[in-house]
C-alpha cells in the first residue's frame, strides 16, 4: 500500500492523490484501507516514514512529493 502510493504521487501528484484513487490502484474497496489508516494524512506519514527511514535522499524525494508538509 505504501509503496503503491509513493508511485501514485510520483505518477500525478499530491494534490490529485486520493485514498479511492489508492484502493483503485490496489484493485481493493476504498473501506478497506480504513482498516490500516484512519485517513489520507495517516496514510502519508507512513509514506514519509518509509522514505526517510531510507536516507537523506529519499527524505527528500518525500519532501518534494508532499509538497513541503514534511519538514
Do not use: C, W
Not at 55 to 63: L, M, Q
Amino acid at each position: 500500500m505504501i509503496d503503491t502510493s509513493i508511485e501514485l504521487i510520483e505518477e500525478i501528484g499530491m494534490d490529485k492523490f486520493s485514498m479511492p484513487k489508492v484502493a483503485r490502484a490496489l484493485g481493493v474497496q476504498t473501506s478497506s484501507l480504513y482498516h490500516y489508516f484512519a485517513d489520507r494524512n495517516a496514510l502519508m506519514t507512513e509514506v514519509a516514514r518509509k522514505d526517510h527511514a531510507g536516507g537523506t535522499d529519499a527524505a527528500d524525494a518525500s519532501r518534494r512529493r508532499l509538497g513541503g508538509m514534511v519538514r
